[in-house]
């Protein structure tokens, strides 16, 4: 069983031996993470940074904002997507359609920064 855990590069380890050098402690034995911040984030981020290369390959990029436990997925449109007349196809046929496909958790794909034709939701949610 492990002493404890360490929030280390975003992820959460356990350890099971500490050892002290003059006032340092070192942490031994290191198991794989114990506790998942997110996992329906993290499926997010890698479908995310597969659609990225279309949006990118255009001059513009997707931001991931918030997964929320409702499903709502926020993203910030960037670049040449944030004022695109096709921005709202993009998110809703291709984004929104690509997560929901892949991740059975997502329900909506919404813009927090505005998007042509989209409702506006306040800046920073």
């Given at each position: 069983?492990?002493?404890?855990?360490?929030?280390?590069?975003?992820?959460?380890?356990?350890?099971?031996?500490?050892?002290?050098?003059?006032?340092?402690?070192?942490?031994r034995k290191?198991?794989?993470?114990?506790?998942?911040?997110?996992?329906?984030?993290?499926?997010?981020?890698?479908?995310?940074?597969?659609?990225?290369?279309?949006?990118?390959?255009?001059?513009?990029?997707?931001?991931?904002?918030?997964?929320?436990?409702?499903?709502?997925?926020?993203?910030?449109?960037?670049?040449?997507?944030?004022?695109?007349?096709?921005?709202?196809?993009?998110?809703?046929?291709?984004?929104?359609?690509?997560?929901?496909?892949?991740?059975?958790?997502?329900?909506?794909?919404?813009?927090?920064?505005?998007?042509?034709g989209m409702?506006?939701?306040?800046?920073?949610?």
């Amino acid at each position: 069983m492990p002493l404890g855990s360490v929030l280390w590069g975003g992820r959460r380890l356990a350890f099971d031996e500490v050892k002290s050098n003059q006032g340092v402690a070192f942490l031994r034995k290191m198991t794989t993470p114990v506790v998942e911040e997110h996992p329906v984030k993290e499926k997010v981020e890698e479908a995310l940074n597969e659609i990225r290369p279309m949006l990118q390959a255009d001059g513009g990029d997707i931001e991931l904002v918030e997964v929320k436990d409702n499903g709502e997925v926020h993203v910030r449109l960037q670049g040449a997507c944030a004022g695109c007349p096709g921005a709202m196809m993009t998110l809703k046929m291709g984004v929104e359609r690509v997560l929901k496909e892949r991740i059975p958790e997502v329900t909506a794909v919404i813009p927090v920064d505005g998007v042509p034709g989209m409702p506006n939701m306040p800046p920073g949610v």
